[in-house]
């Protein structure tokens, strides 16, 4: 497996990409209330991207048909917006990818409207906690199964799910970069992490099982027993002496 360095300046451009990224998915994730489609939402963020002279990461990827991937509810990832209505309730996960500079940010979050089940939101904290227990294991030396684990973990001991069949990766010039960032593993396992290495880490987990399929638009991510699921990102760079979140708006 080659995981792309990246040099100083390589970085500060990430840093730019990032930050991009983050500012538009926080102004999406405003605007996610009830009666909004995941269509309009996804316009919103288009239109973003582009007032800020960078790319939708993802419009074209593979033929992916939007800029967003918005997934609701018992949706897990690559949801792809349309005329969905968001609804009191619903658990919202958008991802956004931008590219600027020639290097992509990407991130996610995961927005609550309304939710009052105790379960949806044990969840969704839990996954978020689950990043941030991620990102904390982030350090030059460190293991990439200490990533891994650190979201297995905390999602687990919340009594949720982590999906297998898809995982977090490198990031840079290309969306997708080695290394794969499984969200299960072990600790002390898994390549050695090095200063200039860009990371997408992404949990995603479920209220219930942990198998997911995929819909007939060949994209959409959904849970097997139709159960609620979450999912978070952020892109973090391994430093000389530590980690840095660069998707923070
Ligand atoms: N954040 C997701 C990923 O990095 C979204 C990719 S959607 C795609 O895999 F359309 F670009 F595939
Ligand atoms: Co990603």
Redesign the pocket.
């Known amino acids: 497996m080659k995981v792309p360095l990246k040099n100083a300046k390589e970085l500060e451009a990430m840093r730019v990409s990032c930050r991009l990224a983050a500012e538009v998915l926080a102004e999406v994730a405003a605007a996610v209330k009830p009666g909004v489609t995941t269509g309009e939402l996804d316009a919103l963020g288009q239109k973003l991207i582009g007032a800020r002279g960078a790319k939708a990461?993802?419009l074209g990827?593979?033929q992916?048909p939007a800029a967003m991937?918005i997934s609701v509810n018992e949706e897990v990832?690559?949801g792809i917006p349309g005329r969905r209505v968001v609804l009191p309730g619903d658990v919202v996960s958008l991802?956004v990818?931008v590219l600027k500079n020639g290097f992509h940010g990407?991130c996610?979050t995961t927005v609550m409207v309304s939710v009052t089940d105790p379960d949806k939101i044990r969840l969704v904290e839990a996954t978020k906690r689950a990043l941030a227990a991620a990102v904390a294991a982030v350090r030059p030396g460190g293991r990439l199964g200490d990533v891994s684990y650190a979201v297995q973990s905390i999602a687990e001991a919340s009594g949720c799910a982590v999906v297998r069949e898809f995982v977090g990766?490198g990031v840079g010039r290309h969306?997708?970069e080695d290394p794969q960032i499984p969200n299960y593993g072990k600790p002390g396992s898994g390549i050695v992490l090095k200063p200039g290495m860009t990371l997408?880490i992404?949990p995603m987990v479920n209220l219930g099982t942990k198998d997911v399929y995929v819909l007939d638009d060949k994209?959409t991510v959904v849970t097997r027993d139709g159960k609620t699921s979450a999912h978070f990102?952020h892109t973090v760079a391994v430093l000389e002496d530590g980690s840095e979140i660069l998707t923070l708006a």
Do not use: K, Q, T, V
């Open positions: 990461s993802f990827y593979r992916y991937c990832i690559h991802d990818g990407d996610a990766h969306l997708h997408a992404e994209w990102e």
